[in-house]
């Protein structure tokens, strides 16, 4: 099993989903008026690295792993290794698109939206 492939249905899950909004801020995370929070499922991207800017750029894509992207959540894209511990946990990876479209329509109904 994989860090983020569980049952969205058990209490690791709303755990995630309470560390998330804690981070966020109480206030913008049950407000549901913030219209950029927009998850998403994407294959997970390999081989990143980063230019004199600072911006991060990848290689390629594993074929069978997906993630779960959020901006508005804090991820700031690169490497999952250098994401916040929940912002980790919440990309993933997921076995199989599928899975993680699933935890992204679940991350994105948890801000009543």
Request: proline fraction near 4%; aromatic fraction near 12%; glycine fraction near 10%.
């Amino acid at each position: 099993m994989t860090t983020g492939d569980f049952n969205l249905n058990d209490a690791r899950y709303m755990a995630l989903e309470g560390e998330v909004k804690a981070a966020m801020g109480a206030g913008r995370a049950s407000s549901g008026t913030d219209h950029r929070h927009y998850p998403y499922a994407r294959q997970v991207r390999l081989s990143w690295n980063q230019d004199t800017a600072g911006k991060w750029a990848y290689q390629g894509v594993d074929e069978r792993l997906w993630e779960v992207f959020c901006e508005q959540c804090g991820d700031t894209d690169g490497p999952a290794e250098y994401q916040e511990p929940a912002i980790r946990q919440l990309r993933g990876p997921y076995r199989g698109k599928r899975r993680a479209k699933h935890a992204a329509g679940r991350h994105y109904r948890s801000f009543d939206h």
